[in-house]
């Protein structure tokens, strides 16, 4: 059982690098997310989908963009990479909650990005 | 908009004592969900256990319980016969109130467990 994955696991970019953080989940999960994850700062989310074709922003999207063409892939862009976009990056998905509110979120592994 | 306070950065446990970590949370909606996961110094992110807010008894899976108390806001976690993997960063998360948006969580700072031998 695959679950969520992320590649990569790590990534060092220099200022002005665009890139794709890649996301993938194999449970047929209509809901898909991308938190950023910084020191004292738990975690906070950046984009979310409900569906294929159905994005939307979460808490600090300022800086990515997301597309949902698929229900499997979720991949997170960043445009123009910042140092302040130093962070780890998770995807998680679950079930739709209308049917299953206590389903938790299934998280990848995250992947490690330094901004220089 | 909902918000959940974790007030202990660290703690520390004697290994084979229970632990408590705090989790106050902020909602004036009467319908929603909490989650406790668990992040090993190894990165991945593992849920522990979950509980509804019409849920009429405390939640518990294994060795974790839940110390739901509704009117005060809180549901603290906690750990019994704490094992020295238990070590880890434990993050205390709502799930928004059901209807629009509802599938995200929205998490703590999280509070990191050291367990000694």
């Known amino acids: 059982n695959a679950g969520v994955t992320q590649t990569p696991k790590f990534q060092v970019l220099k200022t002005g690098q665009s890139m794709t953080l890649q996301c993938a989940q194999d449970m047929n999960h209509e809901y898909m997310s991308w938190y950023r994850q910084d020191p004292g700062m738990g975690l906070r989310l950046i984009h979310y989908?409900?569906?294929?074709?159905?994005?939307d922003q979460g808490e600090v999207p300022n800086g990515y963009n997301v597309s949902r063409s698929t229900t499997e892939d979720f991949p997170l862009r960043l445009l123009s990479a910042a140092p302040s976009q130093t962070s780890v990056y998770f995807c998680?998905?679950?079930?739709?909650?209308?049917?299953?509110?206590?389903?938790?979120?299934?998280f990848g592994n995250g992947t490690r990005l330094t901004v220089t | 908009a909902q918000k959940i306070t974790q007030t202990q950065p660290g703690m520390f446990v004697q290994e084979k004592e229970a632990v408590t970590l705090d989790c106050t949370y902020d909602?004036?909606?009467?319908?929603?969900?909490l989650f406790w996961y668990k992040q090993p110094s190894s990165g991945e992110m593992i849920f522990l256990i979950y509980?509804?807010?019409?849920?009429?008894q405390n939640a518990t899976e294994g060795r974790y319980s839940l110390n739901f108390q509704k009117a005060r806001k809180s549901a603290n976690l906690v750990i019994s016969a704490s094992q020295l993997g238990d070590s880890a960063m434990y993050f205390c998360?709502?799930?928004?109130?059901?209807?629009?948006?509802?599938?995200?969580?929205?998490f703590g700072t999280g509070t990191r467990l050291l367990v000694s031998p």
């Open positions: 909602t004036s909606d009467p319908s929603y969900g």
């Open positions: 989908s409900v569906g294929a074709g159905i994005t």
């Open positions: 998360a709502m799930r928004e109130p059901r209807g629009t948006g509802f599938q995200k969580l929205v």
């Open positions: 998680a998905s679950s079930p739709f909650a209308r049917d299953s509110y206590n389903s938790p979120l299934h």
């Open positions: 509980q509804g807010s019409y849920d009429q």
